[in-house]
């Protein structure tokens, strides 16, 4: 898959969907969507009319109807084009789905057996460059994985047993060490399949909004029929003959032909969209709910902040060189390999040039982390004259505990430092040598550029951003304050999360959480909208109704925006089409009165040429606005955040005051194009 | 369009933005089951006494279904009540007159036509009804009917601004509570103060009055037997004239023409025969009685609008002042204006309660203004013959209310689904009469029927909603309750019976014998009769463009049913609706939240309004009143 989106009108996915636009006219699919299925039939009847109208009148019938045919094909056209680019898509997955030999492991012997032989719960074993055959979970080893085939991404990530980073897709390859993996899904219904018929549209089902719509559009399409059925009669007793060809004309300009041509379109093309942002939506239904999200939990660590706490001061003790302290620091934290350590020895060397020192001094002991002592640091042996040294880092309580013990004091200053640090967020880590409290390293969380601005952006959206955090209330408000959310919640369990999200839907809110780890999934099965992060685990992936492959979560904000942007162009194109109405009602009403009572020839205010060639001219408007608007239909209405109100007042004038006036200008410009090529 | 006018509008619109909003908390008190008024020392008991009476236990509430199924059971026992009351009326007291029973087909209109608060009357009042089905079978629904039309409409209010809810109040305890403390009180009042201005309520029977001044009538010769006394004449046509050469006469390229007799095949003269006239002198006249005041008071606060007499509100004992003629008016809008402000008072959003007050009033007086226009114009054939030019059209109109009263009340009349009328709309011009017919097409949602007018309102304004709400990119939600399909298929299928039954039946008829028969005039202004009668049912209006004889059993049955389906067919999705609504959470409003009140939300419903609703019928409205205007305008003028 691309990230780059195809332009419009790429001929590779034109041609097919020309093609297309004709196989589309089989009655059966057509009946799915009542406005085109009436333009249809009207467009069959006029082709009959063609031979049992007046011989004077079978050149205008004939162009009635080849119009009306254009304007069913150009709604298929529409609807072809959208599917065309998920397609060529799916063809490109579908190039990934090799079939692949697996090796399977039975009772403790490796055994080759065809991938789609595999079943849920078998254990198969990959190994460097191994194609992964099934969709499962790492239940031993590490390795790291080729996900291109999914995600476009080519740098390779890392899966291990264990932990919220184990699931693995099929058709991904393994590109060094070895790992075991529980397939997880039978052939067939894997992550790759799924991924091909979403694209494809081949399980695409409309959407609530969609379907409210549709009833719209139907229940209006079935009123337009009773009017134009009904002047018949009306023709009758004031003596005016209305030809059916004019009736149909009437009938399918009144109708929405420009919406219910593009509704499907629509809904296909903001899928298309979802995915060019490598966010697999398992659902239209997720896409548009997007759109509506009110509250958003995000996970602190990671999405928020950097993820790991990152030293940035040291607050020495009183009578002690700062030098010291960061020498000290460093040295314990030389073979700390977390982020926090490296962190510390990345500042001692840029607050006083102290080189990482090769650590492998013969005897230097080093003392792990345990929950127990919950300390680590580094000892040395008396050598060469100087004596032995024990330094140690750790929890405030951790350090004043083992000073204690070895008949030193904890300084009242630094007791005064360790909160001062508690309180403003951040995380206290002490330093001491044998019984002597050397100072303080200051350990913060650092909040990502640009996340602020981000934050604003949603706020204008509408949006109420709720930070999620296992921290202590004091830390969480500090970065919460910092990264500009609107609430937050600190020490939150999974049980937590889950209920937090409960009592945001009882008052109505619609909510989007990210997720990654399995203690995720219930919270995000139960969010309105659950993006799993794609590097997380097979729960938290199923549970979710999308994946983001590229495993961002501020992605949210771009999906939101697209479900808002989906709801836009429909609520637009609807607007205008039933606006075109007006100006239709200009054209043809004194057009088919004209004959019987030519005193209502005022009525006629765009002094269209004739009857005929103002009917012609209302359908041929209302067949091309089709084709004319296909490009913003797939590409989708623009959405800023100006709040509801002037985006309301913005669409309202260009789409309602717009299309009433637009059909005026066209129908006229068509009209005087037909007259001088002399068409009617 | 005289100053006057412009100031008796200004004087309209304010004093009916003053009684809005006590009119608004008024209600609040009324339509909540424990309320408190100033009536309840003496009307609780009598409330408490009516619940045992009916069964009714009051703090039950009912869902949707259930309410629903009540209304429509309180309305057929009303119908047949009535239908047996003007089928036996002759058995009955309170006739002075003698009157006897009414038809199967005319009982069967009427029933329905009180039942539905539309108040179509096939009748002539003062020579059909006894004082009892006056005021029994008629004034009782002008009160239930009104007190129905209120409860639909608060049941949907509170469905919208209930949250997560399962009913939607006690039909039973809406009714009673309604016609108690809203309805008798102001009647009571209003009916002393029209009594005031000369109107009349006894029980006397009707007087006959010597006239000061005779006239002659023109009527029917009739032999000794009775029989009507006939003659043979020649029939005349219009002819060219033609010179000694045999070429026709042209004066200006036009050709003179003459009256000639018709010739058959054989060059005889055709012969008819016709009915042979006498001068008849009229020197008395017989003058209505009754118990006017009470049936003129809940006619118009109620919206029914049924005349106590034929002549309606142009009668000078119904109508006799200008001031009676004011209050009738403001009384047509008191309730509907107040329950937009009961609706801003139960959501919490007094703005929105405004915004669709505003948008009623813009549509109230674009109409208002347009009608009157017209009317002041006057007819383009007198100022093509040079006569009657300053005047105006003042056919049809009572002198003594003119032109600017006569289109403000046939404005208000028909934005409202009152019916009453103080003048002829039939004899309006053609734009000034496509207004009352616009105004109903439009579901009589400018103020509205009692109730009716909200609740028709409230389907457009889900509609607005809807379609620009999802502009806003947000599922369309209504002060924070979701619009999906359900609601979208209940509120289109209300507009759709609406567009059945105006458009089918006018189409019916437009090719009926039954339909064609009735018609006083040909053309553009005979169709605009027969639309005008079936929109007006079907609307529950009940005011006529009174060229059509309805009164035959055709016209009286297929008006009934557009009666009943213009009332309870609409009635049932919109309950539909508000027992979908009631069940919805509220989503707490934030900035991208749509936004139901100010200036664009009342640009956007009257948009719908006009778009979505209105639009159908401009087809049928061209072949009528559209192309009779461009007729009338043409030179020589052309006239129906």
Known sequence: ?680 | MQTSGWLQLTLFVVALAAITKPMGLYLMQVLDANGKTWFDPILRPLERFTYRLMGVKMDKEHDGKQYTLAMLLFSLVGCVFTYAILRLQHLLPLNPQGLGPLSEHLAFNTAVSFATNTNWQSYVGETTMSYLSQMVALAFHNFASAAAGIAIAAALVRGISRQSGKTLGNFWVDLVRTTYYLLLPICVVFAVVLVSQGMIQNFKAYTTAKLTETYSIQVQKTDDKGQPVTTNVVVMVQSPKLDGKGQPVMTNGVAVMMEAPQLDAKGQPVMTNIAVMVDQTVDTQTIVQGPMASQVAIKMLGTNGGGYANANAAHPFENPTPLSNFLQMLSIFAIGSGLTYYLGRMVKNQNHGWAVWSAMMVLFLAGTLVCWWAEAKGNPIHQQLGVAVADGNMEGKEVRFGIFNSALFATVTTDASCGAVNSMHDSFTPIGGLVPLFNIQLGEIVIGGVGAGLYGMLVFVVLAVFIAGLMVGRTPEYLGKKIQAYEVKMAMLSLLVLCLSILGFSAWAAVSDWGTAGLNNQGPHGLGEMLYAFTSATGNNGSAFAGLTANTPWYNTTLGFAMLIGRFLMIVPIMALAGSLVQKKISPPSIGTFPVSGGTFVVLLIGTVLLVGALNFLPVLALGPIVEHFLNLQVPGKLF
């Open chain 1, 1 to 680: 898959m691309t990230q780059k989106s195809p332009s419009l009108f790429d001929w590779n996915i034109v041609g097919p969907a020309i093609g297309d636009s004709f196989t589309k006219l089989n009655p059966r699919l057509m009946i799915k969507n009542p406005v085109m299925f009436v333009t249809m039939v009207g467009a069959a009847l006029t082709t009959v009319g063609i031979f049992t109208g007046a011989a004077s009148e079978r050149g205008f019938i004939l162009q009635l109807a080849i119009w009306l045919w254009f304007t069913v094909l150009f709604a298929n056209f529409a609807e072809a084009v959208a599917e065309g680019r998920g397609k060529a898509q799916a063809n490109a997955l579908r190039k990934a789905r090799k079939d692949t030999m697996a090796r399977r492991l039975k009772n403790g012997r490796e055994e080759k057996v065809p991938a789609n032989e595999l079943q849920k719960g078998d254990t198969v074993v990959c190994e460097a460059n191994d194609v992964i055959p099934a969709d499962g979970d790492v239940i031993e080893g590490i390795a790291s994985v080729d996900e291109a085939a999914i995600t476009g991404e080519s740098a390779p990530v890392i899966r291990e047993s264990g932990g919220d980073r184990s699931a693995v897709t099929g058709g991904t390859r393994v590109l060094s060490d070895r790992i075991v993996i529980r397939v997880t899904m039978d052939k067939g219904h894997g992550f790759l399949d799924r991924m091909i018929s979403l694209v494809e549209g081949a399980t695409r089902q409309k959407t609530p909004n969609e379907i409210a719509l549709t009833i719209l559009l139907a229940a209006l399409t079935l009123i337009f029929l009773l009017v134009c059925i009904t002047l018949k009669p009306f023709g009758i007793y004031s003596a005016a003959v209305f030809s059916v060809p004019a009736l149909i004309a009437l009938l399918v300009c009144l109708i929405p032909t420009t919406i219910g041509g593009l509704l499907s379109a629509i809904g296909i093309a903001g899928m298309d969209r979802v995915l060019q942002r490598n966010v697999l939506a398992m659902s239209g239904r997720a896409v548009e709910a997007a759109g509506d999200v009110d509250v958003l939990l995000l996970d602190k660590t990671g999405t928020i902040t950097l993820g790991n706490r990152m030293a940035t001061a040291f607050l020495p003790a009183p009578n002690v060189k700062p030098e010291r302290l960061a020498d000290a620091a460093q040295l314990a934290s030389l073979a700390d390999e977390t982020p926090e350590g490296r962190s510390i020895v990345v500042l001692a060397k840029e607050k006083f040039q102290l080189r990482a020192r090769e650590v492998a001094q013969p005897n230097a002991k080093f003392v792990p982390f345990t929950a127990q002592t919950r300390m680590s640091g580094v000892d040395f042996p008396a050598r060469d004259g100087q004596p032995a040294r024990a330094i140690r880092k750790g929890a405030a309580e951790a350090i004043r505990l083992y000073v204690d013990q070895l008949g030193g004091q904890f300084p009242q200053a630094m007791t005064q430092g360790v909160d001062e640090i508690s309180r403003s967020g951040g995380t206290p880590l002490v330093v001491a040598e044998g019984r002597e409290v050397l100072g303080v390293v200051h350990l913060k969380d650092v909040v990502k550029g640009g996340i602020k601005e981000r934050f604003a952006h949603l706020r204008k959206m509408g949006i109420r951003t709720v930070m999620i955090t296992g921290d202590n209330p004091l830390t969480a408000a500090a970065i919460a304050a910092e990264a500009g959310v609107d609430d937050f919640m600190a020490q939150a369990t999974p049980e937590q999360k889950l209920q937090r999200i409960r009592e945001e839907q009882a008052a109505g809110h619609l909510v989007a959480m990210t997720g990654d780890g399995t203690n995720d999934a219930p919270a995000l099965a139960q969010a309105d909208v659950g993006v799993a992060m794609n590097t997380g685990t097979q729960a938290a992936r199923e549970a979710g109704n999308m994946v983001d492959l590229d495993s961002n979560p501020t992605k949210l904000i771009d999906i939101v925006e697209i479900g808002k942007q989906m709801l836009i162009t429909r609520g637009s194109l609807t607007t205008f089409s039933i606006a075109n109405d007006v100006a239709k009602y200009f054209a043809i009403i004194p057009a088919m009165l004209m004959a019987t009572f030519p005193a209502i020839a005022p009525l006629n205010i765009m002094s269209l040429h004739s009857p005929m060639s103002a009917i012609l001219s209302a359908v041929i408007f209302n067949a091309l606005i089709i084709i004319a608007l296909i490009p913003l239909a797939l590409r989708g209405v623009k959405y800023t955040p100006i709040g509801a109100l002037a985006t309301l007042q913005r669409n309202l004038l260009v789409y309602g005051l717009g299309g009433v006036i637009i059909p005026f200008i066209g129908i006229k410009v068509i009209d005087v194009i037909i007259t001088a090529l002399n068409l009617v």
